[in-house]
């Protein structure tokens, strides 16, 4: 294993479990604030700290054009995608939640096919099939699931809008630090969250909430925010899309245990066995990645 090699891997394996725990995170964060409340609160608290780190570090966030682009792409894969994810908490739970971004390759996959015509072998077709009859499988285990429809083309919208923004910022190659990269998404997710005060003044908070729900937050806020988006955009740099988006294949079972455990999700036969579907389905979809990954051949 090469140096560059073990330099990625902890990143990686912070990243993954930081993303196992975030579906809960936002599940706790929303039970006494509403939904978009949560998610502004969670950036206007993201900016100052991430500002400090900069201006501590001294680290340069660059303002040319190219950053500027390279920074609003990178806010799709925030404030974008999540705006998406924390409406589908009303459908869903954190476990399903987490199921749903582990399709985040195939949807990966198949924006690359349509852009640079990457050709998709017959494991990857079979994989595919297999991963979404994992999610019927998960879908069919009755109402104590808490499986939607609405919930699931919202996470769809989620899915769509953080593997759009994974080429993005890689077609732009703004060349700036992973720091600066996710100080300046962080700023502009947080300019859109302000823009988004007005349509929901009218549920503004009147009161702090409980105990958990701040925990949560303050989770999102360090954790999720901040910490996985400077392993997130360091990846971004060093690894290919596809590879990066791997992560995602390794959360949801972490994430349905946390869900089962910490928040008494419930837990049903169908629920294991189209989990291991759909993880064995993205496993055979992305087998050739996987195989690199390990090798160590991480670059594109």
Known sequence: MNSETKSVLPT?????????LTPLAIVWSVSEIPRLWSLALRFFMALPLVLLIVAVLRVKVPLTINA???YLAGSFSLIVSQTFTYLATSYL?????????????IIA???AFGLYRQRLSGNQWLGMG?????????????EETHISITGLLLMLGALLTYATS????KHINARVSPIAQAAGSITV???????MVPFIWSDVPQALPGPRSMLAIGYLVVGASIVAMFCYFKLVQKVSATTLSLATVLTPMLAICFGIVLNDEPFRINILIGSALVIGGLGMYFY????????GQLRD
């Open 288 to 295: 050739r990645d996987l195989r690199n990954l390990r090798a």
């Open 189 to 195: 997710s947080t300019l859109m969250a302000l823009c």
């Open 130 to 142: 297999v991963a979404i009859c994992g999610l019927y499988t998960i879908s069919v285990a009755g």
């Open 109 to 111: 996959g198949l924006i």
């Open 12 to 20: 990686y394996a912070a990243l993954i479990m930081i993303w196992a």
């Open 93 to 105: 739970s954190s476990g399903m939640i987490a199921l749903m971004f582990g399709f985040a390759p």
């Open 68 to 70: 500027l682009h390279s």
């Open 166 to 169: 994974i080429f993005w910022v």
